[in-house]
């Protein structure tokens, strides 16, 4: 999954600089750095992540349905469908996380929904590993 759709903020491609990202959307309501790896900005629509480099490698958004494989899944049967479609599925520390759609989200905070470049799938790996 390298381009991520959302009807509410239209086409980014992860990899995307900051100076880019704001010239699509225009400029963020907040900038900070997270308490993770990430520097992000928040939109009325969604967080975008950006590692130490500037190149964007997260997006959260608040998404009551999802588009998945051209299916329209209501957040209430993510969960379903990707345990069905995903054998690798794993969770971490509350998340959800499907490596094959590069999507990660807590059933208990709906309707927010994370996706991910496939890059990116060791992080999720590791989060709340002792190693």
Known sequence: ???????????????????DLVNLLGAPESEEKSRIW???????AGVYRFDSVGQLKEISVDVPVFEVDGESILFENLRTFLEQRDKEIFERVGFLVSPRFGLAFDHYFPSWVTAFPREELQLWRSIGSKN
């Open 38 to 44: 990430a520097f992000e900005l928040r939109y009325p």
């Open 1 to 19: 999954m390298n381009v991520v759709a959302y009807k509410s903020v239209g086409l980014v491609s992860f990899g995307i600089g900051r100076a």
